[in-house]
């Protein structure tokens, strides 16, 4: 796949909430993923997809998904963007919380070798 392709398709899988269909399918082995921060003050960046689905998991886990909306892909050369915008309730403090938040992806050898959080600031 190209990278319009798999941008394509990481937008409709994140759309189902489909998260781990979208990293089982499109992710390389060797991801590197990168959040803005971490809850737990650990290094935002994670290597290899066997750390990538457990932080999935962390994320299923730990957090009631209310709403999902999924704009975009926006694409040029061997990257993109998408933008979400999330609804959720972490289930241990009860506090729900509305994110906004771009990920940047980098497509090598039609795998998403890389992929960057930034949050909407304000």
Known sequence: M?????????????????????????YDKDIVSVEARTM???SPETRGIDGV????DWWLENMQVHSAKVSGPFVAHDRFVVQYDIDVTDK???KRMQISEV????????????????PLVG
Request: charged residues 40%.
């Open 2 to 26: 190209n990278t319009e392709e798999v941008a394509k398709k990481v937008v409709e899988l994140t759309r189902k909430q489909a998260w781990k269909k979208a990293i089982d399918t499109l």
């Open 40 to 42: 737990d003050g650990s």
């Open 53 to 56: 689905r457990r932080k999935t």
């Open 92 to 94: 241990n403090s009860k």
């Open 103 to 118: 990920g940047v992806y980098t497509v090598k050898d039609g795998k998403v070798s890389r992929e960057e959080f930034l």
